[in-house]
């Protein structure tokens, strides 16, 4: 629906911004207390103004604008005190010994999960040191010359643990919890059971700001499905970010988060209209024969892939640009080459891990595992070199 999400995702970017303002207000010692109590008493002024209001004058002639201001108002300066009470929990000093147990049993978990890794028989040594890498973040034993490719070719962000990566797994959990059925008890477990997982893994990985940011829209969207609410992208988009720069204000000037968010508005709010520039070659509906052949139609995957790769591109791009003074010129290349293929990595990778600790992995699928890894690295240093 036009339009639909778009007070929240304003109130979501007024906060945002007041949480960057409020790390900077907030930090001399001498008025953070200040800051966190005018900004408390702002936001709450702020937000009642417009329901102290009464006449029907008022509604005419100004309301329409007012409100919307004000609640703006109420947002922005909600975001300077949520900031101004970071900071101030920051200044609690707290000794590594006192770190939460689920953080210390999922650091002990991701040193097993690399150690099962390690121990895979693969043909190559660099596809045990690229699947640590796509699936626990860890690129220090990756070899210079693929880092280099990766990076020439426009792929470092699949090298970085991110959202994207994350968005796998979440496919694999779902399908793995699929068997469980469709009633509503099995739907609360299933999405239950994929939310706790997918956050036991952000934690494990290090809890980045990408794929918090991707842990919080599974959340998010399993939560509406469960309570069979409508889940507009944005509206889930403008939940996330309000609720990750509540928790973590700092993030905000990560360059990290901000491509991540860049990029999954690029898919939210460009993709669906590129996508539909390529016509189906059948109207919907018009029979089975027709159907089935759209679905499995190798041009219309090709572009909806490239329509994502150039949403993701064109909204990043001018933070790319700012940040590290260059652009990737191959980036479609690459994108349309490494994607897949490293999807198709981490999707045989998990079973791989798996079914190899247990002792009862299949050589074929090894063999199948490091196919791919070698593909894509051996592809990006084409691409790299052109």
Request: charged letters at 15%.
């Amino acid at each position: 629906m036009k339009g639909e999400g778009k007070g929240l995702t304003d109130f979501a970017l007024m906060f945002a911004a007041g949480s960057w303002a409020g790390l900077h207000i907030g930090p001399q010692k001498e008025i953070i207390h200040t800051v966190t109590a005018v900004s408390f008493l702002a936001a709450v002024a702020a937000g009642l103004f417009p329901a102290v209001l009464s006449g029907n004058r008022y509604r005419l002639h100004a309301g329409e604008f007012l409100q919307p201001l004000f609640l703006n108002l109420s947002f922005f300066f909600a975001g300077i005190y949520s900031a101004s009470v970071f900071l101030m929990a920051g200044n609690i000093p707290c000794s590594p010994e006192n770190r939460p147990f689920l953080q210390k049993t999922a650091e002990i978990s991701v040193l097993k999960l690399k150690e099962a890794i390690l121990d895979i028989p693969f043909r190559h040594e660099e596809s045990n040191a690229m699947i640590l890498a796509l699936v626990t973040g860890d690129r220090a034993l990756l070899p210079r010359h693929v880092s280099e490719a990766f990076r020439i070719s426009g792929a470092s962000h699949i090298l970085a643990l991110s959202g994207m990566h994350l968005g796998v797994i979440y496919i694999i959990l779902t399908r793995m919890f699929s068997v469980i059925g469709n009633s509503p008890k099995a739907l609360w477990f299933r999405s239950m059971m994929v939310t706790g997982v997918s956050g036991y893994y952000t934690v494990m990985t290090g809890a980045g700001a990408s794929i918090v940011r991707a842990f919080l829209f599974i959340a998010l969207n399993e939560t509406a499905k469960c309570t069979g609410r409508k889940r507009p992208p944005m509206n889930i988009f403008s939940t996330g970010l309000m609720i990750q720069a509540a928790m973590s204000p700092e993030v905000l000037e990560s360059v990290g988060f901000q491509l991540s968010y860049l990029a999954m508005a690029g898919i939210y709010l460009l993709y669906p209209k590129m996508k539909d520039w390529y016509k189906e070659p059948f109207p919907p509906g018009k029979g089975r024969t027709a159907g089935k052949l759209f679905k499995t139609s190798p041009m219309k995957k090709l572009w909806d892939t490239a329509a994502m790769s150039i949403s993701c591109q064109l909204f990043t791009a001018p933070a790319v640009w700012y940040y590290f003074g260059s652009f990737p010129p191959y980036f479609l290349i690459t994108n349309l080459i490494a994607v897949p293929l490293s999807t198709v990595a981490i999707n045989l990778s998990i079973p791989v891990i798996i079914l190899h600790r247990a002792g009862i992995c299949p050589d074929i699928l090894i063999r199948a595992d490091d196919l791919a890894i070698q593909a894509m690295c051996r592809s990006l240093e084409i691409i790299s070199g052109l």
